[in-house]
């Protein structure tokens, strides 16, 4: 479909409840399509109660949605006003819908849930395809068991969104090392949709940081391991684990860098730093919007291995160490499973006593663990590239036509299924 102005609009849907997978996946995605294209303008709907933290390109701005949170039965919340659940997500669903009819998008993206939290979406996509915007699926590489996606799916009705509302659907990985869809019978005319675009390359310059560091141990400006746990909300396992293997070994070579994450409890943050004020080779910090850089700087990583996560292992070509989690979904330990039997990182077993011994060993032969390079897998990177050619296609393309024409079929790196 040809832009309908001559300055396109690409509106992003960010599916937040927890955490900051989702929008910084977003949010790279908005970047490389601005960087990529001087006529584009990006707009970010998210749920996300830090999103203010993070900077934006030029021409990439976002809305923000009353956010809500997931309770440990699986219940939802809103996060901060004191309304109901019901009431908050027709409130998000309304907002969602009036942006999309003012922003008026040449493109509107989803990521992963089809139809929104709780369907929030599903007026929102009905109505942008009555006016003939290209919709767009985003899914990251692994998504669950599939036993239980496939009950989830069917329990949300995502199927018939997949196969009536959406004009295609990427996944940002390659088939070779997962695929999220596996034990779901896909229609054929769903099936004829998905792209693999390949994992979503991650940069980092000076210039655009102003990152913390540790004081190293030694001169090696890149001496020090990162320990980060995404948004932290389950993360004081690692945390704890990696501080009394310090406290244990006071010896390992290198220091290390502790990101808690903004949704780690206060409390918990608390304890955390007070055990790192006495380690001479620790240092810590809650959250940094910029973590590219500590990572680009880093000797090694060691995480509880989300999407963003690996992608930036790999883009960063560090030696990478992953602690996933397994509930409430399987999603990281599927991933890291997968990536530890292809040599690109190395897992730690979650069946494991946790002893400080353990990790010691672990962070000692973290260094000299083989780069993620030393893999060779085509098109591995290729993302945001292939987004953005894909892209390039449809707005270039007569109008009315909403199929992704051969030339980016046929795009190095590019996987189609038929």
């Given at each position: ?182 034990g779901i019978d896909l229609p054929d005319e769903v099936a004829r949709k998905i792209r693999y675009t390949g994992y979503l390359r ?175 897998i085509p098109g591995l990177l290729d993302g945001l590239s292939m987004i953005n050619s894909m892209t390039d296609q449809w707005l ?23």
């Amino acid at each position: 479909m040809a832009r309908k102005r001559g300055h396109a609009r690409m509106l992003i849907y960010s599916h937040d409840t927890f955490g900051l997978g989702h929008l910084r996946r977003c949010r790279a995605i908005a970047h490389s399509m601005v960087d990529h294209r001087p006529d584009i303008s990006v707009l970010i709907l998210s749920g996300s109660p830090i999103i203010g933290s993070f900077g934006f390109r030029t021409r990439v701005d976002f809305v923000r949605i009353p956010g809500v949170i997931k309770l440990r039965g699986g219940d939802y919340t809103s996060l901060s006003l004191e309304i109901g659940f019901e009431e908050t997500l027709a409130m998000r669903a309304s907002i969602i819908r009036h942006t999309a009819e003012a922003f008026d998008p040449d493109i509107f993206l989803v990521d992963k849930e089809p139809l929104g939290l709780r369907g929030e979406v599903k007026d929102t996509l009905t109505m942008l395809k009555a006016r003939g915007t290209p919709l767009v699926l985003g899914l990251r590489d692994v998504l669950d068991d599939p036993e239980l996606l496939s009950e989830e799916w069917d329990r949300k009705q995502a199927m018939p969104a997949l196969r009536d509302l959406y004009d295609h659907i990427w996944i940002y990985g390659l088939p070779e090392i997962c695929n999220p869809l596996e034990g779901i019978d896909l229609p054929d005319e769903v099936a004829r949709k998905i792209r693999y675009t390949g994992y979503l390359r991650r940069t980092w310059t000076k210039a655009s940081s102003g990152a913390i560091s540790p004081a190293p141990a030694n001169n090696n400006a890149d001496s020090y391991i990162l320990v980060t746990t995404g948004g932290g909300g389950d993360g004081a396992s690692l945390i704890d684990w990696v501080l009394r293997a310090y406290e244990h070994d006071p010896d390992i070579p290198n220091p290390a860098l502790l990101v808690l994450g903004p949704f780690m409890r206060s409390n918990l943050q608390a304890d955390f730093m007070e055990r790192v004020n006495h380690l001479d080779n620790v240092t810590a910090i809650t959250f940094d919007a910029n973590i590219e850089s500590l990572m680009a700087n880093a000797a090694g990583i060691v995480s509880m291995g989300g999407y963003n996560l690996f992608c930036e292992a790999l883009s960063f070509d560090k030696p990478t160490l992953i602690f996933p989690r397994t509930v409430p979904r399987l999603e990281q330990y599927i991933r890291a499973k997968r990536a530890q039997e292809l040599g690109l990182i190395r897992m730690l077993p979650t069946d494991s006593d946790r002893t400080p011994q353990e990790m010691a060993a672990a962070l000692r032969a973290l260094p000299q663990q083989p780069k993620p390079s030393e893999v060779h897998i085509p098109g591995l990177l290729d993302g945001l590239s292939m987004i953005n050619s894909m892209t390039d296609q449809w707005l270039n393309a007569p109008h009315g036509s909403g199929s992704v024409p051969a030339k980016a079929r046929k795009a190095k790196g590019l996987a189609v299924i038929t």
